[in-house]
């Protein structure tokens, strides 16, 4: 969790909603940010998990929490925890946005496998995957995670977010993609651009000119494996 | 005055909570339109603005220029209604800021209750919308403070105004989508001059569920 003096002072700088990191599995840290009364928390594979074999119960908290996953599985276990958003782990400050690819890819996968199959597959489905059973047969049904999915993890451009959200996302999370990049005001300004348009690839055109600099991307195979984010959480 | 044969009602879709609504318009079988660019604008006879983030939504429609078609839709007899942060852009006063839209002659303070812990839920009748009392659903939501002469207040709750219609438009500051009760829906389409029929009972769709928007957002 980052000091909460200086997240006290930014949810008082602005007016929209404020989301902050806690520790996997550090529900006091959560405790702490529900104190602050700030909007939402993020369980973040970002910080240093706190506990390598719970996470937080979220369920026993009135403030919504978002969730990373790399799979159904984990979405769903976060879902069944009482995780209020999913978002995609991507593979935070590389500037690479194949992870949050392949997490969104393998998610949607993973659920169009399960709403397709006889009702009688879903057990082994759901057996294989670490899925509650009740949860898979309400995501059967909808067809969709019964909340929203963002795409995070390695964003970086305009292009990104509008891939992201062509990829079937409800919205798109950028951090160092924004702030590591040489004109983080003008690069947030298109993104949300790109995001509001994604499907039109002129007005996301539009949005990409004149940038400056994105952030230097880092090569996923090129950090050590116990380095990895997204291994965080399972 | 010739009658419009407009039957159409559209969901600005930049930024918010745009499936919720658009799953209500379905359920009471009204056609229903996302509103992204001029052309959406043809042929509507109402807009809904929806909840979401009015600061982020008013820059959107400065930048991609949906003010403009917005503004003349409105004087060409478009009827508008706002949800949340709808209510915040049709404002004529937001205590501390700039205007939006400034279509309606109220005051509006935003994130009037705080943040989101606290949100809410209620309940009241509102007789000219429903018979029953209607679930409201109050998510870091504004309170109308004042509305002038010609704006008539739907629901008053203590200190605030929580829904007020003029001719064309109508604000709430809850969310009647994130419920069950199709009643302003219904009474948002009639404004608009469509025709549906009359419930003796109240207008609670039993089938409704938390995430009925996902119909509208299959991704698989």
Known sequence: MSDPAMIAEIKKAVSIPVMAKARIGHFVEAQLLEALRIDYIDESEVLTPADEECHIDKRKFNIPFVCGARNLGEAVRRIAEGAAMIRTKGEAGTGNVVEAVRHMRTMNREIRQLAQMPIEEVTGFAKTNGIPYELALKIKELGRLPVVNFAAGGLATPADAALMMQLGCDGVFVGSGIFKSSNPQLRARAIVKATAYFNDPQKVLEASMGLGDAMPGIEIAQIPPEQILAGRGW | ?220
């Open chain 2, 1 to 220: 005055m010739m009658k419009d044969n407009k039957s159409v009602i559209g969901v600005l879709d930049l930024q918010g909570g745009v499936h919720e609504h658009l799953d209500h318009l379905d359920r009471l079988g009204i056609p229903y339109r996302r509103v992204k660019e001029k052309k959406d604008f043809e042929d509507l006879a109402g807009l809904i603005i929806p909840g979401g983030e009015s600061s982020c939504l008013c820059r959107l429609m400065n930048i991609f220029g949906i003010k403009e078609v917005l503004l003349a839709n409105y004087n060409r007899g478009l009827k508008i209604w706002g949800t949340c942060a709808g209510t915040v852009l049709l404002a004529k006063k937001v205590i501390g800021e700039e205007n939006c839209l400034g279509l309606m002659d109220i005051e509006v303070e935003r994130n009037s209750f705080g943040s989101q812990l606290d949100s809410f839920m209620s309940d009241a009748l509102i007789k000219a919308v429903d018979p029953e009392p209607i679930p409201l659903t109050f998510i870091r939501a504004p309170k109308i403070i004042k509305v002038g002469e010609k704006v008539n207040v739907l629901l008053k709750i203590d200190d605030y105004i929580a829904a007020a219609e003029s001719e064309d438009i109508l604000v709430t500051v809850f969310h009647p989508e994130l419920t069950a009760s199709l009643a302003f829906h219904r009474y948002f389409a009639i404004k608009c001059g469509l025709k549906l029929a009359v419930q003796k009972r109240g207008y609670i769709d039993p089938v409704w569920e938390n995430y009925s928007w996902t119909r509208m957002a299959r991704v698989a």
